[in-house]
């Protein structure tokens, strides 16, 4: 249940008037109307015709993997999230059908500028609605803890959001003998555990409750069980190297307060999983796991891996407005630095895959 758009209708106007011709694939799911692109200048076209109609120099956009049970070569340049370049599962599959087709991908999540750090991410978005899902599930598990937590659905704006989770906190926080939750997010100095920060705020947590981990706090390496003091354990870190676990099975079977993980940073199926206590991503209609363990106190997992589609119109226009100068460079894409490592990093995982 995707609704986020790597390209609004206001930047694919930005790009047609700089030339560009934006082709615009008709979608029942995205959060902007078709209508939205076709008033701005955009053709529409049916959904997956880019394999068989776009032009071979076409830019093929888009936001998450490729359709699934599909391993036809790809021909064209995709910039998309690929979820390939660190080892997730399938990864060399993905690599191949490029491979096979001489397409090349640039990936989003790996488009950097010159201090290393990216030029557009749903990081902020990822945190803010992870915070909020975890608060929720907290909530249920105080007030309505006999019945199964349900499905998600997005929200028109943030300020329906914020109001949603403050009724909910008062029942739940009354429920709880008027004690807040303790929330402890990890990563919390960057783009993704600034906005898990920021929506525990927003929605009424003390500031008090809210423990910032960053690196100062977590030099030392894991396990830490200060996370199973917190009643909402919100990971946000950018995982990109080996590290000790943050949690281990011996500590959730020992004596916790914890009892929702909302993993943001979603890296189930890398073999460096900080949090290897679940392994599989939930989804929207199935947004919890719980964890096994032998301390009968309740712990589920939050795994969702586009919950910025929680809210997908704020969301999109955040990126998109932040991808927009790295799109205009297209242009001139082996004079941009950002495209060209882009490029050269798809050759280096392309290596590793063949090997």
Not at 90 to 97: A, D, Y
Not at 241 to 256: A, H, N, S, V
Not at 272 to 289: G, L, Q, R
Not at 335 to 353: C, D, I, Y
Request: with cysteine; charged share 25%; net charge negative.
């Amino acid at each position: 249940m995707e609704h986020r758009a790597a390209l609004t209708p206001s930047t694919a106007k930005t790009l047609l008037d700089a030339g560009f011709k934006i082709t615009v694939e008709r979608s029942e799911e995205r959060i902007f109307d078709d209508e939205e692109y076709a008033k701005v200048g955009c053709p529409l076209v049916e959904k997956l015709s880019w394999k068989t109609d776009a032009p071979a120099d076409a830019y093929i956009v888009g936001l998450k993997e490729l359709p699934e049970n599909d391993d036809s070569p790809l021909h064209h340049t995709h910039i998309f999230f690929a979820h390939c370049f660190k080892t997730q599962g399938g990864w060399k599959e993905i690599l191949h059908r490029f491979d096979a087709g001489n397409g090349t991908i640039l990936d989003l999540e790996f488009l950097n500028d010159a201090n290393g750090r990216r030029v557009a991410a749903f990081g902020y978005m990822a945190g803010f609605a992870g915070s909020a899902v975890a608060i929720d599930v907290w909530c249920h598990q105080k007030t309505n803890s006999s019945e199964k937590y349900g499905a998600l659905t997005p929200y028109p704006n943030e300020d329906a959001l914020i109001s949603y989770t403050k009724d909910r906190l008062a029942s739940a926080v009354a429920a709880n003998a008027d004690v807040w939750p303790k929330v402890m997010v990890m990563g919390a100095l960057g783009r993704c555990g600034t906005g898990a920060c920021d929506f525990a705020r927003k929605a009424g947590i003390p500031e008090e409750n809210i423990i910032k981990w960053d690196i100062n706090e977590t030099k030392k390496g894991g396990p830490f069980p200060e996370i199973m003091e917190a009643d909402i354990f919100v990971n946000c870190i950018y995982l990109n190297q080996k590290i000790p676990p943050f949690i281990t099975q011996e500590l959730i079977d020992g004596e916790r307060k914890l009892s929702i993980i909302c993993d943001v940073s979603c890296d189930t199926t890398n073999p460096n999983n900080p949090i290897p206590v679940y392994s599989i991503n939930t989804t929207f209609d199935k947004p919890i796991v719980p964890v096994e363990s032998s301390n009968t106190y309740p712990l589920d997992v939050c795994s969702i891996d586009h919950l910025p589609t929680l809210l997908p119109r704020e969301s999109s226009d955040m990126f998109s407005h932040d991808l927009l100068p790295t799109m205009l460079a297209l242009k001139d894409r082996q004079q941009s630095p950002v495209w060209t490592g882009a490029e050269n990093l798809f050759k280096e995982k392309l290596e590793a895959a063949r090997a």
